[in-house]
């Protein structure tokens, strides 16, 4: 126990002698077994088992909190809990959510390739009949050409990182499994020189096979064999490689080869991912193994497009007890543009800012409340046995601050949650309907979702009508702002007006559904729909597909079309400014909203080069002693050694010439001391540099200079000297 | 006269150049990756004015002994800045526990050893956990031994799991029968889900010399992402993210990164490498020479002594044809044959005290690969 109460810099200066020590050599060592009564197994977050327990475990704790209020420790313990507790459940909630969406988007995909499989294997089927006699029989092989095509679909993924791939193919995997096939989803890594076709041949065995090979050869004939057992018999085997671009050609191709031989006795297809074109394959593979394929193409749906689902059921959908704030918003958008496209990096820069909120936000475990579809009642009661301590906290929030209605006590608060929560629900039904328009006009989903959070935008449009600041005078304004992605609301109310009258009542029919909650708004959405229907009857029928899409085709058969236009237009208006209230200008958002960019972009982008060398160069701000100045040029003998080094190595080139730099050392500790112990306030380095005789004083310098190199070394800024020019040595950063 | 004499010495300096062609080769396949141009400039005009660069040399280097002596006693400075500060990121223990248990690994970096620190986090806040320290910082690790004591932890949980649950039909083989570190990960992923325990990594230095190579990335990061394995994990190097893609960065590490410069001196990650006025200097194998030179007999020291000498009179020449050493050698009755000769030879070359070079006229011969003065120290020291 006294180990665990002693700091770490204590345990760093006492190292050499404690039992640690011993350990600071050993390659690896067990620092602790798991205390029994404390573990806690937490495979939620990761194994996902205990989503199902739902809102159940919810905190039903008030209760147990009235015991804990006079103690805050175990108090803040109980809280962590929960924060952890709502996590678990909300992001549980929002993964269920992205798993449904990416699996619907691709259902089509994967439909269509168990139809390609199940069409070619009835083919195989009705031409091979073979006994498992024959199927175990090596030889003889067959000799045409033209029957040993593996059947081989490549999708072609339109990703340039296959990472997003990945679980495309293990849902994929998923789908044909549950759906009579054996499943073998292999990867770049199977296909290696390393271990060549063996390592190929062990690794689809191994994912074939339930139980372990056991010792057994990794060849054809134990797939045979294993093929001819009943309950293997008479299924398809599916070998899907999602990145087949990054496999070793000579080594997929000898596979592709082999399996070929065995074709007619044992069924197998390919599915392989192809980021570029379908051009890829003949390029790579040797043509010997291209012969043996039997190709089909077939195509993912793009980023942009699972970018926007994903947006509309994750961001908007769940927004009322996890939602993010402008600034974050903003920074997602564009960490997704301008950072690699991947939805992947996207999802886990969610999670990390859900993450985050849970763990510095004290009071975010009331998300589960807003979670609960409880009545506010039951809230009441949960809310009375809250510690004072904590209904302090929620009226220190930054948004009570000003609110003189919380002062009335937990009704209040419970009055203002209900609020909160009323309000995401109308701003998400209004989100909805603007994504509506913009799926006609195909606008991404996310500068909207960004635009909508904006609370500037509402403070701004609170007093005008947008359809009157942007429209009224002309559309050019709105032209250019849209360009710069600023206005990506007013440009799906400049759509709206150019709509045909067909796609405006598809869009009003969806309206319909999105603003059930909004009474007011839904009657308006009718009545137009009934204006529109009497518009339809006489005109829209008349208009081929062609005319749908044309503008000024519209305009001339429906003479009311345009009013009708714009009087969706004005609805829309409408609803953005009394419904669309971005989270932030909301009381008590703070519990469900993220709004902290730069933690979050800390703890998702460490960039290790600039910020190590920032250390270096600015290590006053973090240590603020009071012996060195804060001014970054002047060097002093008492800052920390590297860093006095690294700033001398800035004045060098690529390459620093070890004399001058130790000369330049040197004089920065000596000289500079002896006019501080004029000055009559010596540095501590001065201090212990003192009494010592000249010899060990040269020592003593050379020893810091020697440390200082080693630790720039194992930073990697600098190369060693090589033998050719031993005194110099190579700076490898430069700039920040 | 003076024209011929340029000649010869042009001669000299294409010989020796050829000689050290692999040397150079070798160094310049590095330098073509990067900033190749400005650098050959600057190494250019460097060598235009090598009499003009100072040599380590010229520093009055202290003995080793007193340099290591001093570098282990160095004071520390900011010693108690440095404790305020690692005292500071105790506030954030509980939120790096709460992340940890999210799913994210957590990556610390910054600039200052972050050993202490990270090891205090494990043993004050990680008390739930197992945890397993690699200390990748030393060359020494050994990945497969890491990864068996992994699979044995998980195997005690699992095998008390299935004792409990009576139904349970124990499929998976002990960990002894395991033979590649793939085998022993792909045995630690298969039990993890059904394992009642939780192991926490730590790792001081995931880009430490034993763990850079992409094999031992892609096991732990295939460990990393167990359902019951979490991972701590610090850098040093400004280029240690060029160790992963970005499949294991998203969907394996799942990495949180952490700042937390510390200033701590990285006494321990630098215990192995060589001090820069330590190697590089001739100090050292002049007194490797001379424990070897003494360890031989009278005969082969006077051996060593007639080369040096010959060495010290031509410093021009390129070495002493074996010929030459042999008649020396003969009239002053230190060899009775060539083959004493060759037997003393031979343990020269074997402790790298002697070189033998192709002389431009197409000759063996012999030389001593010590500067001039480091050779003089020796005659002097070796009486």
Not at chain 1, 8 to 23: E, R, T
Not at chain 2, 128 to 150: D, E, R
Not at chain 2, 286 to 298: D, E, F, G, I, M
């Amino acid at each position: 126990m006294a180990k665990h109460q002693s700091s770490p810099q204590s345990a760093s200066s006492q190292g050499a002698n404690s039992q640690d020590a011993n350990h600071t050599l050993e390659p690896f060592f067990v620092l602790h077994k798991a205390q029994p009564q404390a573990t806690v197994v937490e495979k939620v977050s990761k194994s996902r088992k205990g989503r199902k327990k739902g809102i159940e475990s919810s905190p039903k704790s008030p209760e147990k909190s009235k015991r804990t209020t006079s103690d805050e420790q175990p108090s803040n313990t109980l809280y962590e809990q929960w924060r952890f507790k709502a996590f678990n459940e909300i992001w549980s909630l929002i993964q269920s959510s992205i798993e449904g969406v990416l699996r619907d988007i691709n259902l089509k995909l994967f439909n269509e390739v168990l139809q390609w499989i199940e069409d070619s294997f009835s083919e195989i089927k009705s031409n091979v009949k073979l006994s498992s006699s024959e199927i175990l029989q090596p030889y003889p092989l067959l000799a045409d050409t033209l029957c040993r095509k593996i059947p081989t679909a490549f999708v072609l993924t339109k990703n340039a990182e296959y990472v997003d791939d990945i679980q495309t193919f293990c849902d994929l995997g998923s789908h044909l499994k549950a759906n009579r096939c054996h499943v073998a989803n292999m990867s770049a890594l199977d296909f290696s020189l390393k271990f060549g076709i063996g390592g190929s041949v062990r690794s689809l065995l191994r994912q074939l096979h339930s139980e372990p090979l056991d010792g057994k050869i990794a060849d054809m004939l134990t797939l045979a064999k294993w093929y001819c057992e009943e309950e293997n018999n008479d299924k398809p085997i599916v070998v899907m490689i999602d990145d087949m671009e990054c496999c070793n050609a000579d080594v997929l191709g000898n596979f592709i080869t082999m399996l070929s031989e065995w074709v007619m006795k044992i069924p197998i297809f390919f599915i392989m991912g192809v980021a570029t074109t379908i051009e890829a394959p003949k390029n790579m593979l040797p043509s010997d193994a291209l012969q043996h394929l039997n190709p089909c193409k077939l195509t993912l749906g793009t980023p942009s497009d699972r970018m926007n689902s994903l947006v509309e059921s994750v961001l908007v959908e769940v927004c009322y007890c996890f939602s993010l704030g402008h600034e974050v918003s903003v920074f997602l958008r564009n960490y997704f543009l301008r950072h690699d496209g991947t939805i992947t990096s996207f999802i886990s820069a969610l999670k990390l800012a859900c993450s985050k909120h849970f763990s510095l936000e004290s009071v975010s475990f009331l998300g589960l409340y807003m979670l609960d579809q409880d009545s506010e009642e039951r809230w009441s009661e949960k809310f009375v046995y809250l510690p004072e301590s904590m209904k302090r906290c929620i009226l220190n929030l930054h948004s009570c601050k000003s609110e003189k209605n919380l002062q009335g006590g937990v009704g209040s608060i419970v009055q203002q949650l209900s609020d909160l929560k009323a309000s995401q629900r109308f701003w998400s039904s209004v989100v909805l309907c603007l994504f509506e328009v913009a799926r006609y006009s195909k606008m991404q989903f996310l500068d909207i979702f960004c635009e909508a959070t904006d609370p500037k935008m509402y403070c701004m449009n609170g007093s005008e009508n947008i359809l009157k600041k942007h429209f009224r005078c002309g559309d050019k304004n709105s032209t250019a702002r849209s360009s710069s992605g600023v206005g990506s609301i007013t440009r799906v109310i400049h759509t709206i007006r150019e709509m045909p009258v067909a796609a405006l009542s598809n869009l009003l029919d969806k309206w319909n559904n999105h603003t059930e909650e909004m009474t007011e708004i839904n009657e308006e959405v009718k009545k137009l729909q009934s204006v529109l229907a009497s518009v339809d009857e006489g005109k829209v029928y008349e208009e081929n597909l062609h005319n749908i899409r044309n503008r000024k085709s519209v305009s001339v058969i429906s003479g009311k079309g345009n009013s009708a236009n714009e009087k969706v237009a004005m609805l829309l208006d409408a609803m953005i400014r009394k419904y669309m209230k971005p989270l932030e200008c909301m009381t008590l958002h703070e519990i469900i909203c993220f709004r902290d960019v730069d933690v979050l972009q800390s703890g998702l982008i460490g960039d290790p080069r600039k910020t190590i060398q920032l250390d270096l160069l600015k290590c006053h701000s973090y240590l603020s002693c009071s012996c060195c100045s804060s001014d970054a040029k002047n060097l002093s003998p008492s800052m920390h050694d590297t860093s006095i080094m690294y700033k001398l190595a800035q004045e060098f080139g690529d390459v620093i010439n070890l004399y001058e730099w130790y000369q330049s050392f040197k004089t920065v500790l000596t000289s500079s001391s002896q006019t501080s112990r004029k000055r009559g306030c010596p540095s501590p380095a001065s201090k212990k540099a003192k009494p010592l005789p000249p010899s060990e004083t040269e020592a003593l310098i050379q020893a810091r200079f020697c440390g200082a190199v080693t630790e720039l070394q194992i930073s990697g800024l600098l190369r060693m000297p090589t033998k050719r020019r031993p005194d110099f040595i190579q700076r490898i950063a430069f700039g920040l | 006269m003076a024209p011929k004499r340029k000649k010869v010495e042009v001669e000299e300096e294409e010989a020796r150049a050829q000689v050290e062609v692999e040397e150079e080769d070798e160094e310049e396949e590095e330098l073509a990756f990067s900033r190749n141009y400005f650098l050959a400039k600057e190494v250019g005009s460097a060598s235009g004015k090598r009499s003009a660069a100072r040599k380590v040399s010229e520093i009055n280097l202290v003995d080793d002994q007193l340099l290591r002596a001093s570098l282990s006693e160095l004071p520390t400075k900011h010693e108690k800045e440095i404790g305020s500060l690692l005292e500071s990121y105790k506030g954030l223990y509980s939120n790096w526990l709460f992340e940890l248990r999210c799913g994210f690994g957590l990556l610390m970096y910054g600039f200052g050893s972050k050993k202490a620190l990270l090891e205090d986090f494990a043993s004050s806040t990680l008390t739930s956990y197992t945890v397993v320290v690699i200390n990748g910082y030393l060359a020494s690790v050994n990945l497969k031994q890491v990864m068996t004591t992994i699979a044995e932890i998980l195997w005690e949980h699992y095998k008390c799991k299935a004792k409990t649950s009576t139904g349970k039909k124990q499929q998976t083989q002990l960990p002894n029968g395991l033979k590649s570190v793939d085998d022993i990960v792909t045995f630690i992923v298969d039990i993890s889900d059904d394992c009642n325990c939780s192991v926490c990594l730590l790792i001081h230095n995931i880009d430490g010399p034993a763990l850079r190579d992409p094999d031992s990335q892609q096991h732990l990061a295939r460990v990393s992402c167990c359902s019951c394995i979490c991972l701590v994990a610090s850098i040093d190097h400004v280029n240690a993210p060029l160790l992963w893609d970005k499949k294991m960065v998203y969907t394996q590490f799942k990495w949180s990164w952490h700042h937390v410069p510390t200033f701590v001196p990285y006494k321990v990650e630098g215990l192995f490498n060589p001090l820069i006025l330590f190697s590089s200097g001739h100090v050292q194998t002049t007194k490797t020479a001379l424990v070897v030179l003494q360890s031989l007999t009278p005969n082969a020291q006077s051996v060593f002594r007639v080369l040096a000498e010959f060495q010290l009179a031509n410093e021009k020449e390129e070495g002493m044809h074996v010929s030459e050493l042999y008649t020396k050698c003969r009239e002053q009755f230190l060899v009775s044959s060539q083959v004493t000769l060759n037997a003393h030879l031979t343990e020269f070359k074997d402790h790298k005290l002697v070189k033998m070079r192709r002389h431009s006229d197409g000759q063996d011969c012999l030389h001593i690969p010590l500067p001039t003065n480091a050779l003089e120290k020796l005659l002097q020291e070796l009486v």
